[in-house]
């Protein structure tokens, strides 16, 4: 099938790749869009993970209210360059971020970053729940694991579901941008703040 001009633009204009880039992943899945967008995001995907070892400290902090000021998210997000950080979808991420985070109240942003003591305290009740069951010991720790996964995916913010897409998370969300932008991008830190709550 000819690849035409159209359908070069087309595909840039879905994933910014380069134009020759665009031609040659239309050529090596046989003009098939789909294919074509999801193999230029490997390839930058892959790009960026070989930048892994690079310093990412541009970026931004965003402030974001919500609910009429009841509800505060301060929150950074780290890039290589100055110019991926003025981007226009490195800035949506970083307001759509902030909004998660101010709708979703996650915990921490890795498994690592939730405190001990909360992991243990919820492990506890995940197992008087399962012990309610009657079954024996080896389901139980089956069943504690299964409910322990889904905690995980309720307060770690890259494994939360993003509230504007449910079907992807967090973290599909960044590597997405990753592979869009071609360099490495961190979630630095945020906090919340929500009225009358510690």
Do not use: W
Not at 146 to 170: H, N
């Amino acid at each position: 099938m000819e690849i035409t001009a159209s359908m070069v633009k087309e595909l840039r204009d879905k994933t910014n790749a380069g134009m020759m880039d665009c031609k040659k992943a239309l050529q090596d899945t046989g003009a098939d869009m789909e294919k074509a967008v999801d193999l230029l995001r490997q390839k930058g995907l892959a790009k960026a993970m070989k930048r892994a070892g690079k310093e990412a400290a541009e970026g931004m902090v965003h402030a974001y209210i919500h609910g009429g000021g009841r509800i505060g998210v301060l929150v950074e997000v780290n890039c290589e360059t100055d110019f991926a950080a003025k981007s226009e979808d490195f800035l949506e991420f970083v307001r759509n971020l902030a909004m998660h985070i101010a709708a979703a109240n996650p915990l921490g942003i890795q498994r690592e970053d939730i405190p001990q003591d909360i992991i243990e305290r919820e492990r506890a009740i995940c197992m008087a729940q399962a012990r309610e069951s009657g079954k024996p010991d080896n389901i139980l720790e089956k069943m504690v694991d299964g409910k322990m996964r889904k905690f995980y995916e309720e307060s770690v913010l890259m494994e939360q579901s993003y509230v504007k897409d449910p079907e992807k998370t967090i973290q599909d969300y960044l590597n997405e941008l990753v592979a869009k932008i071609g360099e490495k991008i961190i979630v630095r830190r945020f906090a919340r703040f929500q009225l009358g709550m510690e």
